[in-house]
């Protein structure tokens, strides 16, 4: 398998849920670039976990170590390698797992293509762990748009049935900051308490929910990127279908679009008040032709239910060729959307950054 990502920021993880670390190397970032540690400490807590409402009981202060790359907080231009220990693991839970195939996780894959030879605790390469890694890149990513004029930010934009409102066609840098120091990201703080009964509903039933994140990178200029293979959406795609549980991926209004005429979600073009072109919406998302527009470029992402429950299921044993029934053990999220903020910025980050870096 592959593990490497990328070309002007390149990288590579490594490990597994309860191996002794996981890892990443970062190549290309440039030499001199200083690293505000804090800011990268900040985006690693918020996906870890901390046995909250919307968390599993698992607590990870997934603080990381810098093993070399860095010299006083400023790049060398050398590849940046940094390990998160694995400390509050419980492999017992797993020890049934070796020839039973838990629902909607990818253990029957991974048993035909591995054999014996994965990692069946916590899911092994395939877990949702493996995404603190990608933050701390991402979080690099991100300082080094920033020095470019490109924010990036998301916010929930469903968790089951309670929906939020979307991005506007101008999103404002108030928008953007608010969004980063709320616990619960919402457009619409109304929704906050819905949000919270959902997914407490879901951890009483010893269940899930899903949802859906909408994130927004502002800043890119016009004209990067290009058709076909290297297209903006392309490239996005191609990191945000390597996180785990990420199910569908939307470019502005997306299929909504299919719905309606031409004339009703053509972005319109116009000159404004500083005589630049504009658009007067931004149903595209901010991509016409897997080329920028200079809008926002817009995605939403969809996010199912956690697979790992407490409900007894059908499931198969291979060792014994019986159908059996299932109860999972362990600690596990009833809902990762919340979490899940930070890696889908992350990814967006990365896969930005190949068009507009160094």
């Excluded at 996005?236 to 569908?248: D, E, H, Q």
């Excluded at 470019?251 to 719905?259: I, K, L, P, Q, R």
Aim: net charge negative.
């Amino acid at each position: 398998m592959s593990a490497t990502w990328g070309r002007k920021l390149k990288i590579t993880l490594f490990g597994e849920s309860h191996s002794a670390a996981i890892g990443v190397v970062v190549d290309g970032v440039p030499a001199g670039t200083a690293i505000d540690f804090d800011a990268v400490k900040a985006e690693m807590a918020r996906r870890a976990p901390n046995g909250g409402d919307f968390s599993t009981p698992r607590k990870e202060a997934d603080e990381f170590e810098i093993l070399c790359g860095v010299l006083d907080g400023v790049a060398e231009g050398t590849s940046i390698c940094a390990v998160i220990r694995n400390t509050n693991t419980k492999s017992s839970d797993y020890s049934q797992l070796k020839d039973i195939m838990r629902p909607s996780h990818a253990d029957y894959g991974y048993r035909i293509k591995y054999a014996e030879n994965n990692d069946v605790r916590g899911g092994g390469a395939s877990s949702g762990r493996l995404t603190a890694p990608l933050v701390f890149a991402g979080a690099i990513a991100k300082q080094l748009l920033v020095s470019k004029g490109i924010e990036v930010a998301s916010h929930i934009l469903a968790v089951g049935e309670v929906e939020d409102e979307r991005f506007g066609v101008q999103i404002t840098n108030a928008q953007i900051q608010a969004l980063k120091n709320s616990v619960l990201p919402l457009l619409d703080k109304s929704k906050e308490q819905a949000v919270k009964e959902t997914i407490a509903a879901a951890r009483a039933d010893g269940d899930s929910v899903g949802g859906r994140i909408e994130c927004a990178v502002t800043g890119v200029p016009v004209g990067f990127g290009d058709p076909l293979f290297e297209s903006v959406e392309s490239v996005l795609s191609s990191l945000l279908f390597s996180v785990p549980a990420v199910k569908g991926v939307e470019f502005g209004s997306g299929f909504a679009m299919t719905e309606r005429r031409g004339s009703e979600v053509n972005d319109s073009w116009y000159f404004d008040e500083n005589g630049d072109v504009a658009a007067r919406t931004n149903n595209n998302g901010g991509v016409l032709g897997g080329i920028t527009t200079g809008m926002p470029i817009v995605f939403n992402v969809a996010i199912k239910p956690t697979a790992s429950i407490f409900k007894e299921q059908d499931t198969v044993n291979l060792a014994t060729g019986e159908n059996v029934k299932f109860s999972l053990k362990g600690r596990h999220d009833p809902c990762i959307v919340v979490r899940a903020l930070p890696v889908i910025e992350a990814a967006a980050a990365l896969a930005v950054y190949q068009f507009v870096g160094e």
